[in-house]
């Protein structure tokens, strides 16, 4: 190897330095066909979690929670409260005179929170404008993908208790 | 006898292509089916999680297939 190098010749970074920008970056078909089956097999994977946890997740226990009194809310008034954890922001809807339905806050779109209107009877969320019935919590319009889970009410005495959530 | 090879290569480069092809619209439906899957579980129809899931093996299948097939071609195709 010459002690002195000539001026003109490529800087002796770029002739020690092996590897090519452009050939690094260079993807060959068995490479993409390798990274396509292992993106598969994530798939796969994903897939057989699901099914694990649809098997192996038990029903839920849910505890018993007073919601409201007879009466404590007007008719087409609402009362917002927490079931079954204090995270799960929920709200109780009297849409009659003898009609009280709750349904979790959490719009099944992107989990905004739904709100109620009083004058067209429907659970409004206002982030992409989706609607749900108030009496059965059923999609009316907009992106929502499902129905909002139902809280199941039990009347005990004066007072209206929360016992479970129905999600179908 | 270098267009019968040029003929060979050509063949094989258009049966990986074919197969990447292939690949890439299996991957495709098993992400449909993922998301169907997913959103089967979070509104409590679990019944579908079963036949998804056997699906999406299958197609996982069948993409390590045409992956050692196509490993195969361009094995075959540098050699000769």
New interface residues.
């Given amino acids: 190897m010459p002690f002195f190098r000539k001026p003109d010749s490529e800087a002796l970074w770029k002739e020690e330095f092996s590897i090519h920008a452009a050939d690094e970056r260079y993807v060959s078909r068995r490479q993409f066909t390798k990274f396509l089956t292992l993106a598969s097999l994530g798939m796969f994977v994903g897939n057989l979690w699901i099914l694990a946890r649809s098997y192996f997740t038990r029903s839920a226990v849910f505890p018993r929670s007073m919601v409201a009194g007879i009466g404590e809310i007007p008719v087409g008034g609402v009362k917002l409260f927490a079931y079954p954890t204090a995270a799960d922001h929920c709200i109780l809807v009297r849409t009659a005179e003898n009609e009280y339905n709750a349904f979790s806050q959490k719009c099944t779109h992107l989990s905004c929170a739904v709100y109620y209107e009083k004058e067209t009877n429907r659970l409004a969320c206002p982030c992409h404008h989706g609607y749900f019935s108030a009496m059965d919590g059923s999609v009316l319009q907009g992106p929502p993908p499902r129905r909002l889970p139902r809280i199941l009410l039990e009347r005990q005495g004066q007072e209206f208790v929360a016992i479970g959530v129905k999600v179908r | 006898m270098a267009d019968r090879d040029f003929s060979k290569q050509r063949k094989g480069l258009v049966a ?2 074919g ?2 092809a292939l ?2 619209l ?2 495709i439906v ?2 449909w ?2 998301s169907a ?3 089967g ?6 019944e579908t ?2 036949p ?2 056997i699906f ?2 299958l ?2 299948l069948c ?2 297939a ?2 050692s097939f ?2 195969r071609v ?1 094995r075959e195709s540098r050699e000769e």
């Fill in positions: 990986m292509d197969a990447m690949i890439v299996l991957v098993q992400i089916l993922l899957a997913l959103e579980l979070l509104a409590g129809h679990t999680a079963l998804a899931a999406s093996g197609l996982f993409c390590v045409l992956t196509v490993g361009d």
